[in-house]
């Protein structure tokens, strides 16, 4: 009887880590496919933009609400379905043939991400009541969710040059499948509670956001005074200041935004969402460089990312000993400098640069990013009641993806305008008609040196606009994120240093349900 327990939760574990482990690779795998998927479906920038910000968008949107779907109808239920749907849009996107429908697979991954992951946690503790073997699989399942996240370009590079771009999404299905079948099986139900959902917070802040993210993107395309996208923006303004009034009033809020009155917690939230706007929002751009200007193969983009992946792995746990000995501001603080330098030294490097020279930059932000995380999660914990650690986790990582989410839309614009302003500047001296300047500019997404498209048959002059332009604008874009991150370095400095410890009163014990989004990375 021991001996099938046992084994029941060994497989309880292993779904869980599954799940996890696929909706953390999505959020990174995409990047290096994306200059294949732009040859193959004749997407520039901003669809390939979309692509990305299809995913996160719709999970940083539900996340909180999928938390509270969870409590009402079964964790279980909820993560199955929650699987499932990320299985289906897995295949939906493996499928498209067009770039609308890729986008929309990729949503209803995100759908699925965030049905699923709130409740990974909640589960796991149901699983395993016993303290010391909840902590080894804890441990475990939180170290499954970083190597997704930290392999993914790693894993996508060689599937998308040996296999195509689909690969990355086919990989997927057959995983989901298995994990949707083991989860009916082993996975304990857990009966329902009341909750309320935050139906109108939800619509107000997926509404407000979606149409933020599409002005940001269609801006430089249509133009910033296109009607369409003044009236998106000015929308999404309206939609998004009455969220924010809306949650304030609430007893029970989807975003708890009464967590930014105590100034440390003001700074570790504004550190984790100003490290993924920067960071994250940058490195949506990289592969497209190193593929499209640089020559570079998928798999040689997806390799590049191991010099990061390792100051991660370097950086995690140094940082955890650094918070405890010296607390979270010494660590977040270095670390959002750090991803400073590291993007402001990038933006030196052009189209000639070599892996070598501007290794040291992928070491830096990669040491940096892994400094930052954990004393943020640190700061979390020491500064709320143990019965709020769920909502104040669940928001730190909703913000989290949110500042990736609005860091590829904005650094995007910047990028697309400056390059845009350039290459027509430099298209006209060369007696290139006006017309011609937007599919020109989609060039890097084709894989200019990649051998394909239209991009391949460009005259050399004009490919050589196409692509100094296209680092250009890079350049501006890394410069706008180093600068941003130098400030909240500074802001962070000054907020976790004026806040005094509060002591979270002893008697008040978390609920495994309190943790429900403690875990989402």
């Given at each position: ?27 990174v ?74 986008v ?28 010391r ?31 195509g ?24 139900e ?52 009455a ?44 592969p ?196 941003v991150l130098?400030?909240?370095a ?10 005094r ?21």
């Open positions: 009887m021991e001996k099938s327990s046992a084994r029941r939760k060994r497989l309880a574990l292993l779904t869980l880590c599954i799940a996890m482990f696929m909706a953390m690779l999505d959020n795998v995409v990047n290096v496919a994306l200059p294949r998927i732009g040859q193959e479906l004749d997407a520039g920038i901003s669809g390939l933009q979309w692509v990305a910000e299809g995913y996160s968008l719709v999970y940083a949107a539900l996340v909180l609400t999928g938390g509270a779907l969870g409590d009402r109808h079964g964790r279980t239920r909820m993560f199955v379905l929650g699987l499932g749907l990320f299985t289906l849009g897995s295949a939906v996107a493996a499928l498209a043939g067009t770039i609308g429908v890729l929309a697979g990729r949503m209803v991954q995100g759908v699925g991400a965030a049905l699923l992951t709130p409740g990974s946690l909640t589960l796991l503790g149901h699983v395993f009541t016993d303290e073997e909840r902590a080894k699989a804890i441990g475990v399942w939180s170290g499954v969710s970083a190597i997704g996240l930290s392999i993914g370009p790693v894993i996508g590079g060689p599937l998308v040059e040996h296999f771009w689909a690969s990355v999404f086919w990989i997927n299905v057959p995983i989901g499948v298995a994990g949707v079948l083991l989860a009916a099986k082993v996975l304990p857990i009966p329902p509670r009341a909750r309320r959902i935050d139906f109108g917070g939800f619509a107000l802040s997926a509404a407000g956001l979606g149409l933020l993210v599409y002005a940001l993107i269609e801006g430089p395309t249509r133009g910033w005074t296109d009607p369409r996208v003044t009236g998106c923006g000015a929308a999404a303004a309206v939609l998004l200041a969220f924010l009034l809306l949650e304030l009033r609430l007893a029970e809020p989807m975003l708890e935004l009464r967590l930014f009155r105590d100034g440390a917690l003001s700074g570790a939230l504004l550190s984790g969402f100003m490290v993924s706007f920067g960071m994250f929002g940058a490195l949506f751009f990289l497209l460089m190193m593929q499209g200007v640089l020559g570079w193969s998928p798999s040689g983009a997806g390799y590049a990312g191991l010099a990061m992946t390792a100051m991660l792995v370097v950086a995690g746990p140094l940082s955890g000993r650094f918070a405890a000995r010296y607390g979270p501001r010494p660590p977040m603080v270095l670390g959002l400098a750090l991803c400073a330098l590291g993007l402001g030294g990038l933006s030196l490097y052009g189209d000639h640069a070599r892996y070598p020279e501007y290794l040291w930059t992928l070491f830096t932000m990669g040491f940096g990013m892994g400094l930052t995380f954990t004393p943020v999660s640190v700061a979390v914990l020491q500064r709320v009641a143990p019965a709020q650690t769920g909502m104040a986790s669940a928001t730190v990582n909703t913000l989290r993806e949110l500042g990736g989410v609005l860091g590829i839309a904005v650094l995007g614009a910047v990028l697309t305008n400056r390059m845009t302003d350039g290459l027509t500047s430099a298209l006209h001296r060369l007696g290139v008609p006006p017309e011609a300047v937007g599919p020109i500019a989609d060039a890097p997404t084709g894989a200019a040196h990649g051998g394909g498209g239209a991009a391949g048959a460009l005259p050399e002059p004009v490919r050589q606009a196409v692509d100094g332009a296209f680092v250009d604008g890079i350049h501006l874009a890394l410069r706008c994120g180093s600068a130098a400030v909240t500074v802001l962070v400095a000054v907020l976790v240093g004026r806040a410890p509060l002591a979270p009163a002893a008697s008040e014990e978390p609920r495994p349900e309190d943790l429900a989004g403690a875990g989402v990375a």
